[in-house]
């Protein structure tokens, strides 16, 4: 049952809005909606607007805070995220360390699968959006912190460093994480993932550096094909302690 | 703390066993090692075989159960699982019926993230070695069934089909599935995808296919560049209830 | 030496203009240009406008062409042409039957390699538009016919169909062809190409279909990678005689 | 017609022979034959071996020549020339500067297309085997020069490099070419791509980098699919003069 003040996704007509349930009007094309009605609904429910038009309720998935959440910049892509959780083998056991949180997309996937998840971002306005972003998650679990992921203390599963990446960092995520655990470095040019390579192969045992294209497949009544667009997001350097 | 009957990693010289902590031993070109020693023992200590070499304890994690576990066929590649993971933004609080069995690579990574997961398989003998590698796992919330998934009864955030899918199945999934929950189905041929496709968009709201083409990078003193291999492996086709 | 009438490129300051020798200004932001001085001048000559920019003079080649010539729908790519090129050996001893000559760019190709090309285009106002841009290209040896390529006659050693190709046009080419010769079949669709792969099949000793999917690498202070764009052009389809 | 001495393949059964026409015999698993019956046959004949299986000639193309000619290494793959083809448009008109020759592959296609191919190769050897190869391709306008391209003179509309490539050779090309011409460099690693990509960069208007990543598409009795091969062979540099 949906609480005051959490996070709603709207479906239908082809449209998708993000709202927060209590008070307030969404206003759309199709007529305006009292946000009230939100409280106390559940996922799958409809609610109508004025003119009678119907949207569905849910509630929102990690995948809905990366098309919603607010953004200061471009977020990681989910593939690459998945690649990050594929190649680590994330779970509800792990304690993460993250840096360069963002929009806190990434710290919001790991939130929701890890037991805890600290995230290091320097710039003071980035950390405070990505904190109400992992807060509109619902997220217990996730603690941003303003400031430079040097500084961090504890033991990891995973480390995983989405920002400028210099040795000092790669020699520190190799000191906080516990035996077995990875690292996982998200770099867009080639010249960072090499440095991120050759300080990686100096410290850890196993260094693999990954790269995924993503085509999405189009099927439409002229038959079915790539779609021709994207390509280069970054590459992922996965390094085992 | 290393249980008796668990299994772990043993790491060093360039080699990599998956043994279990107990009675036996295991015999190396490297020499001979006792794996009593492993009981109590703590991920990050090393043992020794008779001739003095060292190797460092790994507890197993879910990638590890990909490179090692018993197999029963070709398992979904870690890029496609992270891809299920990512897009359906599977999280802590999802219940997952998954099925094609298989070896259980893909239910071991889920039952690690997820609240339950249910998986079938329909070659008894499958479910059986898939029960064997997701006991290994510990992973207590994790039922293998050895039947037909269109049997599956219950409600779920995530349904994951890797297996001969049918009209019949992605509407049985449809009719489990929580409003807002996802059905991700794995399909290696076009004309899988293209059908499961199709019978998505006739029931689902949103229907997606992506392929992701992993390329390794290599880096060596002749220099840097992408493996020369690999290629494709599936397609992924999301729908959303 | 540059004749009148002659399509001529005149590159400098950032920018590229297709024009004719000869009678007729052009107009830019750097200044007008009297285009009777491109008459007699010979590649790498400057010309310079009536503020005194100046431009170098290019004489155009086939890739001038894809970027230039007047388009009556979307080319094919060069890298596909290449790989037309390239799978069929194409040479100057070969003749060549051309298919779905659009706006003729793969006409001009391959015209600068063969003996000679007939090229058929069912749209009328199609082929008259190629049959300039041929002209514009000096080649004499490329034959534009409006009609249906099942009319051609003739033996060929490479028989190339960018067009909706049916069992007909696969069968006619290979009554056509030389033995040891080529059949190309460009498809956007990959139920287009299923069917020219299958119909190939039955008639053609080798068939192999191959994408190509071009990455540009950019390089800039920020670093090197990949270009965020493009994907999906089409298949290609190679059978031989 | 077929001359002695001539090269010639020999197609069927599922198998494929690179001969000589003239003295000799190829023997089979499915008998003999005597390879004096070439000469004077055409292509597309029938010839037999002793215990009455017949093959069908074939006069090689380049694509051939890529397939059975002899290697003294890895010759660049049809894709990659093809690419070179295309974005050069390279045309009878042209005279091309080749340099690392290798086993010639490359000057064998762009001998059959350009009017004349001057190609460099420093080791003796390996010259030696490529003029064997050209000659056997028949191609009396391709000059194999054992030595050093920084040595070449003349002027040329095409230079491409697939060798060890200095910032000397690309100036050295940049000195040779025709306005408007072209220089293209081969090179497997991204640290030899983007050297020359800054050192086109100080010289030539225009300079774009690929990387062509070919999928062959494979279908049978299970379905359609990518084959699950391949990916990198090397970066393609074109800048223009």
Excluded: W
């Amino acid at each position: 049952m949906i609480q005051e003040g959490a996070r709603v996704i709207l479906v239908g007509e082809g449209r998708e809005y993000y709202v927060r349930a209590g008070k307030g009007t969404l206003s759309t094309d199709l007529g305006t909606l009292d946000l009230t009605v939100l409280i106390g609904a559940s996922p799958g429910d409809e609610v109508a607007t004025h003119i009678g038009k119907t949207f569905r309720v849910r509630t929102p998935r990690a995948i809905d805070y990366f098309a919603h959440a607010s953004r200061s910049g471009a977020p990681m892509l989910p593939k690459d995220i998945g690649t990050v959780i594929a190649y680590t083998g994330m779970n509800r056991s792990d304690d993460v360390l993250d840096a360069g949180t963002g929009s806190g997309i990434a710290a919001i996937y790991f939130g929701g699968i890890a037991r805890s998840v600290r995230t290091y971002e320097v710039r003071a306005e980035f950390a405070r959006q990505a904190a109400k972003n992992i807060e509109d998650a619902g997220l217990g679990n996730v603690q941003v912190v303003a400031g430079d992921v040097l500084e961090a203390a504890g033991t990891y599963d995973v480390v995983h460093l989405d920002m400028q990446i210099g040795e000092a960092h790669i020699a520190h995520a190799h000191a906080l994480l516990r035996p077995g655990g990875f690292l996982a470095c998200y770099t867009p040019f080639i010249e960072q993932m090499t440095q991120a390579m050759d300080a990686a192969s100096r410290l850890y045992a196993e260094v693999h550096t990954y790269e995924m294209q993503e085509r999405e497949m189009t099927r439409s009544a002229r038959g079915t094909r790539p779609a021709t667009r994207v390509g280069h997001s970054g590459y992922i350097t996965i390094a085992r302690r």
